[in-house]
């Protein structure tokens, strides 16, 4: 069965930092793009960062709003996709989600990340003082 799993969301203050964490099971998490989206209460799903699997050319993707401030990485070993965040902001109070993607880029050479077919169930992140 194939399966991605969340970990490391909580209560952060403003500023803080957070890693989360995507696990797959069922099959070799740099066989696929991998995203992090995200949604918080009342709004749209935004995409946050995507990384490009082992056989693409290393692209990844930040959304605007978090440049600067959030890395994605991957560890082959432990099958697992990682989003560092710091310097939060009580705008990044969110349910986040990992899952597969597309990541790729535009004619203008930017790049883009759109998600696919399977989820995780999600992790809580809430930046407040």
């Known amino acids: 069965q194939l399966q991605l799993v969340e970990s490391g969301g909580g209560l952060v203050q403003p500023g803080g930092s957070l890693r989360l964490s995507c696990a797959a099971s069922g099959f070799a998490v740099d066989s696929y793009d991998i995203g992090w989206f995200r949604q918080a209460p009342g709004k749209g799903r935004e995409g946050v960062s995507c990384?490009?699997?082992?056989?693409?050319?290393?692209?990844?993707y930040y959304g605007d709003s978090v440049k600067g401030r959030f890395t994605i990485s991957r560890d082959n070993a432990k099958n697992t996709v990682y989003l560092q965040m710091n310097s939060l902001k009580p705008e990044d109070t969110a349910v986040y989600y990992c899952?597969?993607?597309?990541?790729?880029?535009?004619?203008?050479?930017?790049?883009?990340?759109?998600?696919?077919?399977?989820w995780g169930q999600g992790t809580l992140v809430t930046v407040s003082s």
């Open positions: 899952a597969t993607a597309r990541v790729g880029r535009y004619s203008d050479w930017s790049p883009y990340c759109r998600a696919l077919d399977l």
């Open positions: 990384i490009m699997g082992s056989d693409g050319d290393g692209t990844t």
